[in-house]
Nanobody, 128 residues
Framework: QVQLAESGGGLVQAGGSLRLSCAASGRTFSTSAMGWFRQAPGKEREFVAAISGSSINTYYPDSVKGRFTISRDDAKNTMYLQMSSLKPEDSAVYYC?????????????????????WGQGTQVTVSS
């Protein structure tokens, strides 16, 4: 059974940092795309970051570019999201996701519906 489990969320002051982890089990994801999405109350789920298989490419929206860094350790079947300079508007439930097969179109990385596997989410709250 494939499972993704996020950890590392919590409460942090504005300007602070957090590192989220996503541990995968049940299969290896070394060639799969993996990504982070977030959802705040009353808002739609939004793309936060993605990384291709073998860490060849990374993708970020402008809202987090320069502040968040996605990485993966395929030996540990784990993905990370290092978040710095956090803002109150970064508060949300953060979800990790993985694709069943590799993505070959950049647009797929930004699209939640293209991911097959999802974690349960971890809450990040940034206080002002």
């Amino acid at each position: 059974q494939v499972q993704l489990a996020e950890s590392g969320g919590g409460l942090v002051q504005a300007g602070g940092s957090l590192r989220l982890s996503c541990a995968a089990s049940g299969r290896t994801f070394s060639t799969s795309a993996m990504g982070w999405f977030r959802q705040a109350p009353g808002k739609e789920r939004e793309f936060v970051a993605a990384i291709s298989g073998s860490s060849i490419n990374t993708y970020y929206p402008d809202s987090v570019k320069g502040r968040f860094t996605i990485s993966r350790d395929d030996a540990k079947n784990t993905m990370y999201l290092q978040m710095s300079s956090l803002k109150p508007e970064d508060s949300a439930v953060y979800y990790c996701a993985a694709s069943h097969t590799p993505f070959y179109r950049s647009g797929d990385f930004f699209t939640s519906g293209r991911y097959t596997y999802w974690g349960q989410g971890t809450q990040v709250t940034v206080s002002s």
